[in-house]
């Protein structure tokens, strides 16, 4: 277990290291530049080239590459080309509602996911099961901004009940949990469906494997075989669904903040990619990019703790 | 098991039928409208010659959707193409592979862009690219390829070391043949059941990134966009909203339950092999 952790955190290490130069790259290769949206159409090329000297984008790119993971290492994450100010500012100001989203998200999406898989994967073919896999499997084939759109249509627009857009509520959005209610709702509906699809699969698998089989024929209660034989076996292909619907969860984040004016990292990143705000594009893309890679990382150390047996396959 | 295979069985043909309309629109659909959409209504009207009404720019919304399937679904569908070919060629080769290091030396290189955000990558690429399809595809098709070639690679693995594949080498087959005889069979139905449920996400990642305004002009007559340009007018004019989103959800789901019913075929296949 220990040797494995190591090799895996090593290999995450050099994942991250990766992943900055391939988002340099990306982010380089995006035609022109802040410079040139800077300016309006009367600047002269002699402006540009200037104004680009000044911001240090002639420079080769090795040599800015070496600049930037110098600063990323140093906890530099450069200077926003458009507002003037620190990467870092405009990244600390914005994470905290996406983090509190995510977070919210994940910590109703677990215990959710599990209890619909285990119910729909103990019955397997009744009835209920039949029921929910088919509202599961409807709901994930809904794009979340459809699903954002129609939710806001009924719940705010329609009913009034709940607000259809964080406009307004700058600073004071955590003394207002109704702002949540819709854009939860929608990151749920879709992660739930998927992840207690996997578990309803994995409890299937595990109920009809041979050593289930042999626990119940000596004797094991049942609520002891579900919850110690059945449930991390069954859990492991879906604590790996989890880190993947980590990627699907920075995507409906995204497609949230949009809808819903939510002041978050998403927003912010799509604006700089808009503006051509390079280093911010840069910093925020590895941001996340990172989060993601570590969600994998202790994705595969639960998996492995839960269900220690890869270590033999290759 | 009877049950069972009639059920999946309705379940194969009930995504075929739901998968029929949306396609058919975005097949058919480019060869009976014209490219440029004429803008000559009003905006936001019902009726009045437009059997689905008119967009905010007086365009007719029935020939907006039946233009707008061949991006929203044609990308999708080729990028995920694209990646099943280069993910599968990659993980049958890590698999057959006799030596640890090639297959680390195949496979390490692609997981390396497993855990980059997907919607980021298509967002920076639409933008740099002003949304052109074949970008957008490209960039759709790289991110689906470390899943695709991980999965295989672990299906091939599984066949190769299978009783079947032992018997095949001990009576002296190829490995040629009994990697593309036996194992690429074996390992047909999930790349199936695996390419039917990324089109589907492939086809949402399009479409929210065209839907943020990341994507294709904002005039173009693509689903996602349709959506997002219409969308304060969900109730002046519902079916400006409606008609492309129904057409989407439509080929989601019928391509779900396409594989949904594939993917339980293989189960089906292993169950009456491991109980005879």
Known sequence: ?314 | MRRGARRRHRRVTGGALLLALPVTAAVVGPLVTPADIPSDGPPYALGGGHPLGTDALGRDVLTLVLRGGASALGVACTAVALAVAVGGLLGLAAAASRSRRLDDLLIRPVELLLPLPSLLVISVVGVGWRGHPVAVALAVAALNVPAVARLLRAAALDAASGPVAEALRLQGESPARILFGHVGRAVLPVAAADAGARVGSAVFTVAAANFLGLGLDPTSPDWGVVIAASREALFVQPWAVCAPTLLLVLFTVGVNLLADGLLAAKAEGKATAWNP
């Open chain 1, 1 to 314: 277990m220990l040797r494995y952790t190591l090799r895996r955190c090593g290999w995450t290490v050099v994942q991250l290291g990766a992943l900055s130069v391939i988002v340099f790259l990306l982010t380089d290769l995006l035609p022109g530049d802040a410079a040139t949206v800077d300016f309006n159409e009367q600047a002269g090329l002699d402006q540009v080239a200037r104004l680009r000297e000044q911001m240090g984008l002639d420079r080769p790119l090795a040599e800015r590459f070496a600049d930037w993971a110098h600063g990323l290492l140093t906890g530099d994450l450069g200077t926003s080309l458009v507002g003037g100010g620190p990467v870092s500012e405009v990244l600390s100001s914005s994470v905290g509602v996406t983090a509190a989203l995510a977070a919210m998200t994940i910590l109703f999406l677990v215990p959710l996911a599990v209890a619909v898989g285990l119910l729909t994967g103990l019955r397997a073919d009744s009835r209920t099961d039949r029921v929910i896999s088919a509202v599961t499997l409807t709901l994930t084939s809904v794009p979340d901004f459809v699903l954002a759109l129609l939710l806001v249509g009924l719940f705010a627009l329609r009913l009034g009940w709940l607000p259809s857009t964080w406009v307004g509520a700058d600073d004071v959005w955590w003394q207002r949990p109704e702002l949540f209610v819709l854009p939860l709702t929608v990151l749920l509906a879709r992660t739930v469906c998927v992840l207690s699809r996997q578990i309803r699969a994995g409890t299937i698998t595990a109920l009809h494997a041979g050593y289930t089989v042999q626990a119940r024929r000596l004797g094991v209660p049942p609520a002891r075989l579900l919850l110690w034989h059945v449930l991390p076996n069954a859990a492991a292909p879906g604590v790996q669904e989890l880190a993947r619907t980590g990627d699907q969860l920075l995507g409906g984040v995204l497609v949230i903040e949009a809808v819903f004016a939510v002041p978050g990292t998403a927003t912010a990143l799509v604006e700089a990619v808009q503006n051509r705000d390079v280093p911010t594009v840069q910093a925020l893309t590895l941001a996340l990019a990172a989060v993601a890679c570590l969600l994998n990382l202790a994705a595969d150390l639960v998996g492995q703790r839960l269900a220690p047996r890869t270590e033999v396959l290759r």
